[in-house]
C-alpha cells in the first residue's frame, strides 16, 4: 500500500524537464547576482561620498588635494580602491570647473 501512494504521489507531480530546471536556478542565480551588484554599487556610492568629504576636510586643513595613500588610511580600503576614487574625485573637480567656466571640450574656438 505504502507503495500505491508514492507511486501515485510520483503520477501527481508534473513532469519537468532538466532544462527548465536550469532555467529556473540560472534565473535565481542571476537574481542574486543583481542583488550583489546593486549592494556592490551602493558600497562603491557611499566610498566616493565619504572621499568627498575626506577630501574637503583634508583641503581645508593642509590646503592641497588628499593623496590616495591618505585616503586608503583614512577610509580603510586598498590601494586600486583608493587610487579609484582620487582619479573619480580629480574627475568631478574637472567636470565642475570646465562647466563654470562654460567649456564644452569643443576644441579652441574661432576668433571672430
Known sequence: MAEDSRASMVMDQPAVSMEARRSVRAGASSA??????NGSDAREQDLLHRAR???????????????????????????ATARGLV???????????????????RGPRPIS
Open 32 to 37: 542574486g547576482e543583481a542583488a550583489q551588484r
Open 87 to 105: 582619479a573619480q574625485l580629480r574627475s568631478d573637480i574637472h567636470t565642475q570647473i570646465e562647466g563654470a567656466a562654460g567649456v564644452t571640450g
Open 53 to 79: 568629504a575626506e577630501d574637503v576636510l583634508h583641503w581645508q586643513q593642509h590646503q592641497r588635494p588628499i593623496s590616495a595613500e591618505t585616503l586608503r588610511k583614512r577610509l580603510r580600503v586598498g590601494a
